[in-house]
Every structure is written in C-alpha cells, then in structure tokens.
C-alpha cells in the first residue's frame, strides 16, 4: 500500500535551517510528481512546493520562494525539503504528498506530516 | 495569482439534511479542482478530482460539480462521520496550487 513517511521535524531557532525528509513506498516513486504542504496550528491547508517526478520542475509558493528548496533522490523513494532563514511564520506540520497521476493533478496520497517549531 | 474563496466559512446542520458547500476561483479554472476532508487532528483526504470525479473509496454521499470559476461540494445526506474542515484547492498550471480557506462543518 501507498506510505508516505515524514522526518525531520523539531525546534529551531529563526534564522537557523532544517531538511525535512519524507520516505515513500508501495509505488513507483519515481513516476510521481510530489508535493510540500502545510499547516499552521488552527489554520488552513498551504500549498508550499512542487517537484517533477524527474526532478526537471519545481516551483515554490511566494511565502517560501528563496528559502526553502524542494528535492528528491529517487534511488531512494525519498522526498526533501530544505528549508533555510526559518521564520516563526513558518510555524506548522508539513506534509508531503503525492500527485495523482499526470503533471498537475489532484493529491491522493498523504503523510503523517512532521511538526517544525520556530521559536527562540 | 488566482485566488480561491469558500462559503460558507462554517455551517451546522442536522443529521440527513443536504449540504452545499461553494469554492470560486477569481479566475477560470476549467475542471482542474479537488476537494478535500479533513477531520479534526487527522490527514486531510481526497474526496474529489476534476471537480465532479469521485474519489476511488470516497461514499457516494458525495459529489462535486461546476466548471470555470465555480464548484460546488454536495453531502447528500450528512452523516455523523461527516463533521470536518473541507478544502478546495485548484490544480492548473502554472502554480501556486492554491487552497481554499477551508469550511466547517458540524452537526447542529
């Protein structure tokens, strides 16, 4: 079955980096175009970065353009995200997720996501 | 950018009424919209792809409908199981792959 398992998640300081890792099985990840989204505690669901299932596209959301970068090693059924000049704003659980077929599609799979603190 | 709305932001109502829920682009979209359900502390779910596709799974309590600029989201028969925070989110290029503000639902 389908298993999107984020990691990486903690405290940091703002200013300071963090690399979120989400670990993928039970599809070919490699086919797949995947997806950072996340959520600030009691808020709504923010769309952050897309990644090519190649690696060849990636586009951020304005918020995080600059700041965090969106990656993959698909040797490793593994999605990342880097994520540098933290900002309490940036406060939320991050979930990684999966496209649904074709380049721009709806998300049909979720992680658990991983909860990311910015706080001195 | 485009923008997505909903409304309501939150409605209440009883076990077996039919319930609507509106998201609008602020510029046309064609079909590329989802819906998603997320109950309290959980992982937000597809319900619905290319605003009116079911999602493989979903009850059939569900159904999507609009093209453009407008979508509607339908429980036929709202259920308990059915309390959560629907979102839409619009899926066409270019990106951002913006959400919706989300609406609440809950059992009066």
Known sequence: ?120 | DIQMTQSPSSLSASVGDRVTITCRASQGISNYLAWYQQKRGKVPQLLIYAASTLQLGVSSRFSGGGSGTDFTLTISSLQPEDVATYYCQKYNSPPPFTFGPGTKVDIK
């Open chain 1, 1 to 120: 079955q389908v298993q999107l398992v984020e990691s990486g998640g903690g405290v940091v300081q703002p200013g300071r980096s963090l690399t979120l890792s989400c670990a993928a099985s039970g599809f070919t990840f490699s086919s797949y175009v995947m997806h950072w989204v996340r959520q600030a505690p009691g808020k709504g669901l923010e769309w952050v970065a897309i990644l090519w299932f190649d690696g060849s596209n990636e586009y951020y959301a304005d918020s995080v353009k600059g700041r965090f970068t969106i990656s993959r090693d698909n040797s490793k059924n593994t999605l990342y995200l880097q994520m540098n000049s933290l900002r309490a704003e940036d406060t939320a659980v991050y979930y990684c997720a999966r496209a649904r077929g074709a380049v721009t599609n709806a998300l049909d799979y979720w992680g658990q996501g991983t909860l990311v603190t910015v706080s001195s």
